[in-house]
């Protein structure tokens, strides 16, 4: 068996899973943290220096008449530097171009500084995050102060401080080295390893029972039918194990169902050629005789003896018939064709056909019917049966002047029919088996009638598939009525 199925190696699968993502998580925190808490460190510097260089020009005012001076201001300068030794000021023209700087022992190497950013600092008095230029070091940024120098309504230069120098940002603690940010990242670690931990335990408390269902499932494809698998209240993946219990019922019902429906065929099979078999025996024989003592026999024997094949021959076609229509429906293959029909119609068509046949043995037929039409919900052709079935009894059973009714009773949502007749009655001991297959109750009456015992084994049948039952009532030398209900369409 392939093991692509196994359960450890999904577990593992999700648990790798799991950790890869914890770990992008954890390294994605830690960039967005040192990164945040860096810019915040500059934004703070910047706001609480805002003011640096505004200061300079109102105190050191390194422009004397539209001149620059640069001996006053180098020297204050200086002083300002010896106070705060983290800033570097330069002086700026109207253009950005470097005109003087204090920065001992540093090397400058640009020349003039991009001026957008000082503007947008000056123009938001200082309130706002902007980084500009590094003059020593080209293509980095930093926070600055600036401020202009005005005269005459023009702006002439401009002070610009870089508030964050080499010197300053090396002797304050980088954040990956401070104190808080590697509590933070030890708070961190333990933070994501119980994660994982949680999250490889709640993985293994939701996925365990796919051993279970895995085991059982192979059991199930290895043809151990009855297998299921156990479901425990509140168990991670119950739905799964339902859905599966169902579906291995359903297969199981439907193969049940084909070895029964198998078993059924099989039977009607044998019982068929068995029924046969003992008309065509009878055929045979006489044909033998007739064949054989063709000249020994009298005229008025071979007669009898055709007539008896002649019988035999229409019973075995009436047999064929009725072993063939109780063999479908026995197997269910008869599907009712359901539609409303005026029940009332079809007993008196029905009353119709029989009527000859009631005349020569001088029955009276009749069927009393309601007032009002009822529409009952079943299939015309088959009720036709059954009621040509049980008619046909009544008329066969019942002796000469005899009465035979068919009555309608209406329910509140069914439709009762009724065959009754004044004949001879069913004795109780037989009632038990008058619907069984060959049951034919008064030998001597069958035998000239051509009887199989099939009718009312065909009425049960066929009531049956309208979920509905025949019931009989009746009473020695008194009479006979069998009865049985339909749905009123309306109810249907
Ligand atoms: N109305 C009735 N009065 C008296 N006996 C009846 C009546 N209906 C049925 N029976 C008894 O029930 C037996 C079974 O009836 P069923 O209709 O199954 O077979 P059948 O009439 O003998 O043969 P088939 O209907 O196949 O020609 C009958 O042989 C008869 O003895
Ligand atoms: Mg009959």
């Given at each position: 068996m392939s093991n692509k199925y196994s359960y450890s190696g999904f577990f593992w699968k999700i648990v790798i899973t799991l950790t890869g993502l914890l770990v992008v998580v954890g390294f994605a925190y830690v960039f967005i943290t040192v990164n945040l808490a860096e810019m915040y460190v500059q934004e703070r510097n910047q706001r609480l220096n805002a003011d640096i260089a505004e200061h300079i020009i109102s105190e050191v005012?390194?422009?004397v008449g539209g001149k620059l001076d640069t001996t006053a201001t180098d020297e204050i300068m200086h002083h300002m530097m010896a106070i705060n030794p983290s800033i570097e000021v330069y002086i700026l023209d109207a253009?950005?171009?470097?005109?003087n700087y204090v920065a001992p022992y540093k090397k400058v190497k640009?020349?003039?500084?991009?001026?957008a950013p000082v503007r947008e600092f000056i123009a938001s008095k200082g309130q706002q995050y902007v980084v500009g230029d590094d003059p020593r070091n080209p293509g980095k940024k930093k926070v600055f102060s600036a401020g202009s120098i005005v005269e005459e309504g023009q702006t002439i230069a401009y002070i610009y401080v870089i508030l964050a120098s080499e010197e300053y940002e090396s002797a304050s603690e980088s954040v990956l080295n401070s104190y808080i940010f590697k509590l933070g990242g030890r708070a961190m670690l333990i933070a994501l390893l119980s994660a994982l931990a949680l999250g490889i335990l709640a993985i293994w408390l939701i996925t365990r029972n796919l051993n279970r269902i895995i085991a059982t499932v192979k059991r199930f494809q290895n043809g151990e039918m009855s297998t299921r698998i156990p479901v425990k209240e509140g168990g991670g993946i119950n739905d799964l194990a339902l859905a599966f219990n169902e579906m291995a019922d359903t297969i199981v019902g439907n193969i049940e169902n084909l070895k029964s429906m198998e078993n059924l065929r099989r039977e009607l099979v044998g019982n068929v050629s068995h029924d046969l078999r003992t008309p065509l025996a009878v055929i045979q024989g006489y044909i033998e005789t007739l064949m054989m003592k063709h000249h020994q026999l009298s005229e008025v024997e071979r007669e009898k003896y055709l007539k008896i094949t002649l019988e035999s021959t229409q019973k075995l076609k009436k047999l064929v018939e009725e072993l063939f229509e109780l063999s479908k429906l026995e197997a269910r293959q008869v599907k009712p064709k359901k539609e409303p029909f005026f029940i009332q119609e079809l007993i008196s068509d029905m009353c119709q056909k029989f009527e000859l046949l009631a005349r020569q043995k001088n029955i009276t037929l009749k069927s009393a019917t309601t007032p009002n039409k009822s529409l009952v919900y079943a299939d015309v052709s088959l009720i036709e049966r059954v009621l040509q079935n049980l008619v046909d009894n009544a008329l066969k059973f019942t002796p000469e002047n005899g009465q035979i009714i068919v009555e309608i009773d209406n329910t509140d949502q069914y439709v009762e029919i009724k065959v009754s007749d004044n004949g001879p009655g069913i004795p109780k001991d037989q009632i038990p088996f008058?619907?069984?297959?060959?049951?034919?109750?008064d030998k001597r009456i069958s035998l000239d009638n051509n009887n199989t015992g099939l009718g009312l084994a065909i009425v049960k049948k066929i009531l049956e598939i309208h979920n509905a039952t025949i019931e009989l009532s009746s009473k020695l030398n008194q009479g006979t009525t069998f009865s049985f209900q339909l749905p009123q369409y309306e109810n249907a």
């Open positions: 005012k390194p422009y253009a950005g171009k470097i005109l640009l020349e003039e500084v991009d001026l008058i619907f069984d297959r060959y049951h034919i109750g």
